[in-house]
């Protein structure tokens, strides 16, 4: 019988390979035993069980989708090995460490830590440029462990994106549902990074975008094979 999460994400992944089959990354190779004590270890929390679950599910590996109050997606890339995990959380830290007077810009929620680093934030999911999802260890006084937490240093912005992972995966596939794979527009292209190729907000149900997007992920996929 398949978990909430394995739901969940088995219909998202059915979605992309639908409607946006260019947006599935590499297969999604399962996570041992082994890999979930080290990170269990590293983090000095016990890990949700559904972000267990999670890891060791064996499916192809879509982009996740990071929604914004405006209808549109920015895409963002799911963290899936320890070492990768482990990564992004040093890297983050570090930037916080630097710019720990952007705190008082940050709105508070009962719901999640007044911190811009907490060593109990698990790193999610990645845009590369600014925008990190955590899966939240240590939640505030009104919060939910397990929650997710959307982070932007740039954008000064933190809130709960999502009550859970499996919430995360049914919220975005919803939103794909009834509106189809819309991008955040870009300011500029750039083909030598997958994720700032501009699809001036497309929707990829429309043949003439689907098109057009294509002949983009032709180009950055060619100039990669060089």
């Known amino acids: 019988m398949q978990t909430d999460v394995q739901t969940a994400y088995l219909r998202l992944?059915?979605?992309?390979?639908?409607?946006?089959?260019?947006?599935?990354?590499h297969p999604k190779q399962p996570n041992q035993t082994q890999d979930i004590a080290e990170l269990a270890n590293y983090f000095q929390r016990?890990?949700?069980?559904?972000y267990i679950t999670w890891l060791m599910l064996d499916e192809p590996n879509p982009c996740i989708q990071s929604l914004f109050g405006d209808g549109?997606?920015?895409?963002?890339?799911?963290?899936?090995?320890?070492?990768?995990?482990?990564?992004?959380?040093?890297?983050y830290q570090k930037k916080a460490a630097k710019s720990a007077h952007l705190l008082e810009l940050f709105d508070t929620h009962q719901s999640i830590q007044h911190k811009l680093f907490d060593p109990h934030w698990l790193p999610f999911a990645d845009d590369n440029r600014q925008a990190t999802l955590w899966v939240d260890l240590n939640p505030?006084?009104?919060?939910?462990?397990?929650q997710l937490i959307y982070l932007s240093l740039e954008q000064t912005a933190r809130f709960v994106y999502?009550?859970?992972?499996?919430?995360?995966?049914?919220?975005?596939?919803s939103h794909l549902e009834q509106n189809g794979l819309i991008l955040k527009k870009k300011e500029r292209m750039n083909e030598n990074n997958f994720d700032d190729i501009d699809f001036d907000e497309e929707n990829f149900d429309d043949p003439r975008s689907q098109k057009e997007a294509e002949e983009k992920l032709s180009r950055f996929y060619r100039s990669h094979r060089r």
């Open 162 to 173: 999502a009550e859970s992972i499996p919430s995360c995966f049914k919220n975005l596939l």
């Open 72 to 91: 549109t997606l920015e895409t963002m890339q799911l963290l899936l090995q320890p070492s990768q995990i482990i990564q992004t959380r040093q890297n």
């Open 13 to 25: 992944n059915q979605w992309f390979q639908a409607h946006a089959p260019e947006y599935i990354r």
């Open 46 to 50: 016990q890990l949700p069980e559904e």
């Open 140 to 146: 505030g006084p009104t919060g939910t462990f397990g």
